[in-house]
């Protein structure tokens, strides 16, 4: 079995924050317009920035409760009024796009960014992006392998000959802008299915695992299977990360008073697309305590963060912010801390844990 470790020291660790885009609510309750909910997250982006955070990560999503549905475009706002935050998505829906589109969309980000942009692929826990755009569920596994599989070779950035079942043939296409390092920053978004971990490991693309239930002990093998499967297909495995919500505040009391309702909230509203039952407040404190639901002061979160990556063997840990209709303020405040007091904090942890 692979014995790769990528947790070497702490200048290898990368912190980020992630969102879809949930509509804020402003200290008085009022809900924030979709306009105002994209503005309100190149505001955090920009404080993200200021606070020497690592990634933002945005997620595209098709639905009423979020704000984003074009990833790329938000980043490009973002790129110009900030210097050295990564912009990633988180993650952008490839079956339902097409190939090509991504990558001109992203390395336009990429030159506004001077080099910052970085492309998470994933199939897409939500569907609403199939029928909107006019694909078929039944083809959900042959879009993501075919249009990952094209995404690859344009990667190299050369005139590109392919042929499959879901868009049209390309003949020596030649795709523009070309990128100024000559290779776009990508990844993939795993949420919990060995053959995306695999297809991640044939191309030889970092993976980014989406935990947000559960122990985050279970992806363990999930990490093994990355590398080990790198190593039988002869690529390279990349240090891996991983994502998961949270919320910091002062105390842990105050967090959890925070989060809860909004994180009711909108765990509700997307439960009752997908039959689940009502969220409960047993449920929310048990991922609080055992699961991975990183909510608390910042010495409660940072300690769970730390334990977090170093059972999985991971290098970057990405917080999902601001959960259903939580305040602007709230949202803030948390990225505040999570700045300048969880990230230092599970920095000297990991130091200290060697």
């Known amino acids: 079995m692979s014995t790769s470790k990528s947790i070497k020291k702490t200048t290898d ?13 402003s200290d008085d309750g009022k809900l924030f317009s979709h306009a105002a909910a994209i503005r309100q997250v190149v505001e955090e982006a920009i404080l993200a ?17 979020f704000s984003i549905s074009s990833p790329e475009t938000v980043l490009a706002g973002i790129a110009t009024r900030t210097k050295n935050i990564k912009l990633a998505s988180a993650v952008t829906v490839l079956s339902s796009d097409d190939p090509v589109r991504v990558f001109e969309r992203f390395a336009t980000v990429d030159a506004l960014s001077n080099g910052r942009a970085q492309v998470i692929l ?29 995404f690859a070779k344009l990667l190299d950035e050369k005139p590109v000959n392919w042929k499959g079942t879901t868009r049209a043939e390309l003949k020596d296409a030649d795709v523009f802008p070309k990128t100024d390092s000559g290779r776009l920053d990508v990844a993939v978004g795993v ?14 693309f970092p993976l ?10 279970r992806f363990a093998p999930y990490v093994e299977l990355y590398r080990q499967a790198a190593e039988d297909l002869g690529t390279e495995a ?68 730390a334990r977090a990556m170093k059972v999985l063997d991971v290098t970057r840990f990405d917080m999902v912010y601001g959960q259903g209709p939580q305040k602007a303020s709230v949202r803030l405040k948390s990225i505040e801390l999570y700045g300048k007091e969880v990230i230092p904090r599970v920095k000297e942890l990991l130091a200290k844990s060697k």
């Open 208 to 217: 980014v695992l989406a935990i947000i239930g559960g122990a985050p002990d």
């Open 238 to 305: 990349h240090p891996v990360g991983m994502h998961s919500p949270g919320l910091v505040a002062e105390t842990d009391e105050e967090a959890k008073r925070l989060a809860w309702p909004a994180f009711k909230t909108s765990w509700d509203r997307i439960g009752r697309t997908r039959g689940w039952p009502p969220y409960t407040k047993e449920q929310f404190d048990y991922e609080i305590e055992n699961g991975s639901l990183y909510i608390g002061s910042p010495e409660t979160v940072a300690k769970k963060i």
């Open 122 to 150: 994933g199939r897409g826990s939500f569907t609403e992006s199939f029928p909107l755009f006019g694909y078929d569920l039944r083809d959900y596994e042959v879009l993501f392998e075919e249009k990952v599989g094209l």
């Open 13 to 25: 660790l990368r912190f980020g924050i992630d969102t879809f885009g949930d509509l804020p609510t």
């Open 49 to 65: 920035d200021t606070l020497g955070i690592d990634i933002i990560g945005v997620g595209e999503h098709h639905r009423s409760d």
């Open 191 to 204: 949420g919990g299915s060995p053959e995306s971990v695999i297809r991640a490991a044939r191309y030889g």
